[in-house]
């Protein structure tokens, strides 16, 4: 592992506090119009509420705007509010059923990225930062096996988080896979160039690549030149 300079850690926390404080105001009220625009399209709840697992296993709950019909609405508009719902669905087919019940404004939200806005309140108390792997669920954790993700604290865009972006596709052995990858290059000249590459993919949208390989953590690994340098 690349050791990062002694004070790479405290600059991070007060780079994200200053920014998550100018953004506070703007992001206050962009969260008002889409919340009150959400509550028009698909209802209540306007939010979306998760325990997700943070630094050294801290456990926080993730705050997002929503973007999918709830199983009960999807069971009614089926006209079988006695099924279990989609909730039930085969774990190979769950993200298919889950790109099925993204609304119409769930799905503009998600595509650029407006659902997360809430989760600067998470920067703010230092649930999450601006860089760092994407925070997951206690189930999903309990999956990832000796991983060192859990040593930084999570955040809203890293390696693994641009990959499914711009190639709308994520195999969870890949997303372990750069995770750690960060964790080796900690470093601001890193979180840097993810940053730059995050504002350059959100602002031209997916690339319409085809979806990388599913990883095989038993072969060869993958090329570091898919991954930014930022050091």
Do not use: N
Request: charged residues 20%; aromatic residues 6%; positive net charge.
């Amino acid at each position: 592992m690349r050791r990062s300079t002694g004070w790479y850690r405290p600059v991070k926390r007060l780079v994200d506090v200053a920014v998550g404080l100018v953004a506070a105001l703007p992001a206050l009220v962009g969260v008002g119009a889409l919340s009150l625009a959400a509550l028009i399209s698909h209802g209540r709840p306007v939010f979306f509420r998760q325990v997700r697992v943070g630094r050294h296993g801290r456990h926080f709950t993730l705050v997002k705007l929503r973007t999918m019909r709830t199983v009960a609405a999807e069971a009614a508009q089926a006209g079988d509010l006695d099924s279990p719902g989609l909730g039930s669905t085969m774990v190979v087919g769950r993200a298919f059923a889950e790109q099925a019940r993204i609304t119409r404004f769930g799905g503009f939200l998600r595509h650029t990225h407006l659902d997360e806005l809430p989760q600067l309140l998470h920067v703010l108390r230092g649930d999450m930062a601006l860089v760092g792997p994407r925070p997951l669920a206690p189930d999903h954790v309990a999956e990832v096996v000796a991983s060192r993700r859990s040593t930084v604290r999570p955040g809203f865009t890293c390696y693994a988080q641009l990959e499914l972006v711009e190639h709308g596709y994520l195999d969870k052995h890949r997303q372990v896979a750069l995770d750690e990858e960060y964790v080796d290059r900690l470093g601001p000249g890193t979180d840097a160039a993810i940053l730059w590459r995050t504002v350059t993919v959100v602002a031209r949208g997916p690339s319409r690549r085809p979806p990388l390989a599913h990883y095989d953590p038993a072969g060869a690994g993958w090329p570091t030149d898919r991954l930014p340098t930022g050091q």
